[in-house]
């Protein structure tokens, strides 16, 4: 006598707390914004001389403020796509299982790439470099919470 096996049932769709939507979209945004600061430290935007700059000529004050702009942009953006895909996309995600997979290869490959090895801290001037980036960091927690705020709303 054949027995009819039952197929295989998805998992229900599980939504994700509030609070876990928006720790990861702050996680996120904090560390896209600490990968640009790494980029912009090796391609020599240092934040600390830029604040210093900060009450110069007009040209000058746009080269000043355009990282810390940038910074807080890719937060706003991080946190928020971060905050939408887990809002909106119900877990288990096993549909998605090669797209994560090719996502945190390439997320990988890009921090290779902005590591700097010349990590050398200067003995002048760096409890301002701490308090410049910690400053900076703060920044962009606020944006991503900003960002995912939007995202989730919506």
Aim: hydrophobic share 60%.
């Amino acid at each position: 006598m054949l027995r009819m096996q039952s197929p295989k049932r998805e998992a229900a769709p599980l939504a994700q707390p509030p609070a876990l939507i928006y720790a990861a979209a702050l996680t996120c945004g904090v560390l896209a914004s600490l990968a640009l600061q790494l980029y912009l430290r090796g391609a020599g935007f240092e934040l600390a001389t830029l604040w210093e700059n900060m009450f110069a000529t007009s040209t000058r004050q746009l080269r000043t403020t355009g990282p810390w702009w940038a910074i807080a942009g890719l937060a706003f953006l991080a946190g928020g796509i971060t905050a939408a895909a887990l809002s909106r996309l119900p877990l288990p995600w096993r549909r998605f299982r090669f797209l994560r997979w090719a996502a945190g290869a390439a997320i990988v490959f890009v921090l290779a790439q902005i590591g700097d090895p010349r990590a050398a801290s200067e003995a002048v001037g760096a409890g301002l470099n701490v308090a410049v980036n910690l400053v900076a960091l703060a920044l962009a927690a606020v944006m991503a919470l900003a960002g995912a705020y939007v995202a989730v709303r919506r």
